[in-house]
Structures are given as C-alpha cells and as structure tokens.
C-alpha cells in the first residue's frame, strides 16, 4: 500500500483480541500496514480480554512488530465497574501520548454482545467525540432488528461516530468498479438497459460454515452474505458512476439510492426467480437434523431505476462449492444471432477484468471467434492490500466512503424482507454435493422436480 496521508494519534481498543475475527482479520492487517509504516506515528492498541494474555503469545511470529504498541486490558464486559476502570486505563494512555488521541472501539466479540458493550460504554461515558466503533455484521437479523438495532446504537453513538464494515466494499477490485466505469468513456456510454441483458455477480466459496454451526444455524447465506456483501457489489455496479472517478465521498450516497431501486420478484413469481440449497452432510455437521437453513442461495432482482429496466440481476453465493470465486459478470445485448459480448469483474482471487471480443476467425469459412481481452491486476500491481487493511487505515481516517451506513442497512434489509417472509412459510430447500459447481447446484432444481 502507498504511505497514506499521516493518521491522527489513535488508541484502537479490541474487545475480544483473543477471539477469531480478531486472528484472522484484525492483527494480520493491523501488522500489514505496521510493515508498510502506515500506521499513526503516536498508535497503542489495547486488547480487552476476560482473562490475562500474554501479547508475545498472542501474536504470530509476522505480527511481533505490534508487540511495543500491545496492551492487554482484562475485564468482565458486563460489569459497569470495569468500564470506569477501562476509561481510567484510557485516560492513563492518553496522558502517555504526545497528541490528544482518538479511541477506536472494535468488536470482535459475538454479535450477541456487541449491543451490550455499546451500552455500558455509553453510560461510562465513554461515547466522547473523540471515540468511533468500528463494527462488524451482522447488523440485525431482519428488518426489524437492524431497526432496533441501529435505534440503540445511535442512543448512545451519533452516526458519524459509527463505522460499519462490509469488507467486500474495502475490496481493491469493488472499489474500482465506479473508478473503472466512471473514467473510461466506452463503458460509461453503455451501462444501461438499452446496451445490457443481464447481470450475474457471484460469491462462491470452497469452504463450508468453519465450526460456526450456531451462528450459521441463525444466519445462513441469505443474511450472511447477499443481504451484505452481494447487495453491496451489485449497487457498486448499478449506481451511476461517478464522473470525478476518485470523489469516493459521493459513492455511499450513490449506493444507497441504487440499494434503495433494488427490488425483489413478485411473490407469485418466487418459484422462479428465488431457489435456496443446503449442501449435503450440513444438518449433520450442525447437529440439528432437518435443518432448513441454506448455504446455497440463486436470486434474480430488478431495479425500479429507469437505466436498468428489465436488466435481470441475478445474485448467486454458496458455501462448499467448488472452488472460491467472487465475479461480476455483464452480459451485453447481442449485435447478431451468435455475438454477445461479455465484461467479467473479478474481484477475487486473481483479480482482473476481461471483456471478450468477437472477431473474425481467419479463413475462408468466415466463421466468428470470441477472444479475451484482458489484464491481471497483480500482474501491473503487485500484492493488493487486503480489504481490512483498508478499513482500518480508512477508520482512522475518518474516512465513511467504504463503510455501510445505516440506510443502506435498512435498504438491504427492505429488499430481502419478502424472501425472508416467503422462506418462514415454506419448505423448498433443495441439496446439493459439497464441492459442486455453481451449475450444478442450480440444476438440481430441475432434475429433483423431475423425479
Ligand atoms: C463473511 C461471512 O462476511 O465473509 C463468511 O460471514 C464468508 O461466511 C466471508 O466466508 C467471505 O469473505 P471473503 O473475503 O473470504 O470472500
């Protein structure tokens, strides 16, 4: 990553360092950008854990960089005394610093606990202007929930004080897409209804629910993944560009309208346009037999947005599949009976754009060919940084452009509500092979109703 514009003095506070999403996402990023000096020149980290750790065990060997910056703060997160006792700490470390610090509170602790944090924060006085959470989903369960949720959260932390990440937005290739659209013209011209037939974007995943049976019990893939990640990637695609390609402050307010447009099938039209799969052996893993929780799950959306009607957008992700693969794929309108061309955005892994083009086969037999044109953005770049280290150097920025808001939880959440309705009513969950293609998992659907 380039040396960014230097950060303001920061206490970055992890509830739960010792917990998962803190090993695999939070340190390891928190070292890449140490490594590349990007972090503030006046920096602490205080890990909040129940019980003592020691920083040198904590950390792996390419973390030990963090070791001089690592305190272990421990505490009963339910206890209000110890919230006095955290702000003391705090107080403490900043009267350490040279430059009066901002502190930044990150939740690596089960959903379940995060609202209660922000509780006691909030009546220890710890919600100061100086303070930001940083939190991850999910951000309710519903529409409703987040509702609530959100309601509780911004009783104690006003909404410019709240990060919220959705790292598929901190993703390089998702933020390139308005970057990619809005600067080159050829594109520009063509992304609307009159040139586009249709749009896939898929997140395919090679590994299944990783241990987390309860909380993929109450999530599945819909909540997990479409409801953020994949609402998400397709508003980045459906938005209008922007013309002034690096006016990044522009793009939520772009993705909220385009989340806002996105509209689910009619209900008597679900059979269709709406199929969820649970691959076979997940009831088992989980321990609950007849399970109805999918980790399969095909949409097709529209948006009531006059540049994208009739432009199916169909959203597919599934757990255990055969291989990992987040892509955009637009389909373009076909010139002649066999040429359609086609823009795949990779997003992950080897991420690269390649749009393929007919040509002229040579010969006499005048037959047309499809070749791609296409780049590899390691290729030109080098190593990407990792979406989380983009959130973090953006969090402490101040910087909301790849953060969720509020609204566009709530305008996600509106878009899937009649699924999640129509899926409480009904049992029409198909299986599929662990490993399968994406394809085959969708033509199971039609080979079980011919059975
Ligand atoms: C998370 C989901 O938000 O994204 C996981 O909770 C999923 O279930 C993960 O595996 C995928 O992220 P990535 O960056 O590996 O594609």
């Known amino acids: 990553m380039e040396e960014t514009a230097k950060l303001p003095a920061t206490i970055l506070v992890i509830f739960g360092i ?12 928190l070292a890449q950008v140490c490594s590349t000096s990007n972090l503030p020149k006046d920096f602490k ?14 950390l792996r060997d390419n973390e030990k960089p963090l070791q001089k910056f690592t305190k272990i703060f421990q505490m009963n997160l339910n206890d209000p005394q110890d919230y006095k006792d955290l702000e003391a700490r705090l107080t403490e470390m900043t009267q350490e610093m040279t430059i009066s610090p901002q502190i930044i509170f990150y939740f690596a602790v089960p959903p379940a606990a995060v609202l209660p944090i922000i509780r006691h924060l909030g009546q220890a006085g710890l919600n100061g202007p100086e303070t930001k959470l940083l939190l991850e989903k999910p951000f309710g369960f519903d529409l409703e929930s987040a509702r609530e949720l959100i309601a509780q959260t911004t009783q104690y932390f006003p909404e410019e004080q709240i990060y919220r990440i959705d790292h598929y937005l901190a993703k390089e290739m998702a933020q390139n897409i308005t970057v990619f659209l809005g600067s080159n013209a050829i594109f520009r011209d063509v992304w609307n209804s009159q040139f586009v037939e249709k749009i896939e974007i898929v997140a395919a995943e090679k590994i299944g629910i990783e241990g987390r049976a309860a909380f993929y019990e109450s999530t599945g893939a819909l909540r ?4 953020s990640h994949l609402l998400q990637l397709a508003a ?8 002034e390609i690096f006016d990044f402050e522009e793009i939520p307010r772009r993705r909220l309208a385009a989340l806002r447009q996105l509209q689910p099938p009619p209900p008597d039209k679900f059979d269709d346009f709406v199929f969820r799969a649970q691959y076979e052996g997940y009831s088992d893993e989980v321990g609950n037999p007849g399970s109805q929780v999918e980790t399969f799950v095909n949409l097709v959306l529209s948006s009531t947005d006059a540049r994208w009607q009739g432009v199916p957008i169909h959203l597919t992700t599934g757990k255990n599949l055969d291989q990992k693969l987040t892509e955009i794929k637009v389909t373009f309108k076909k010139t002649s009976a066999s040429a359609a061309n086609h823009l795949l955005i990779r997003i992950q892994p080897e991420e690269s754009i390649e749009l393929d083009l007919w040509v002229k086969a040579p ?3 005048r037959k047309l060919q499809k070749l791609p044109l296409s780049f590899e953005y390691q290729q030109h770049f080098g190593r990407l940084p990792d979406a989380y280290e983009q959130v973090l150097v ?15 939880v709530l305008a996600s959440w509106s878009a899937l509500e009649p699924i999640l309705k ?9 299986f599929y092979k662990p490993g399968s293609m994406v394809d085959e998992v969708l033509s199971v659907k039609s080979d079980q109703n011919q059975l």
Not at 18 to 29: E, I, K, N, V
Not at 47 to 58: I, P, T, Y
Not at 394 to 408: C, G, I, K, P, R
């Open 224 to 227: 997990d993944v479409v409801q």
């Open 45 to 58: 980290v205080l890990g909040v854990s129940r019980r003592d750790v020691n920083v040198d065990e904590l």
């Open 236 to 243: 980045l695609t459906l938005m209008e560009p922007c013309s």
């Open 363 to 365: 010969g006499y037999d």
């Open 422 to 430: 129509h899926w409480g009513m009904h049992e029409d969950l198909y």
């Open 394 to 408: 953006d969090a402490m920025s101040s910087n909301h452009a790849l953060f969720a808001s509020s609204d566009e």
């Open 18 to 29: 010792t917990g998962d999403l803190s090993h695999r996402f939070l340190l390891p990023a």
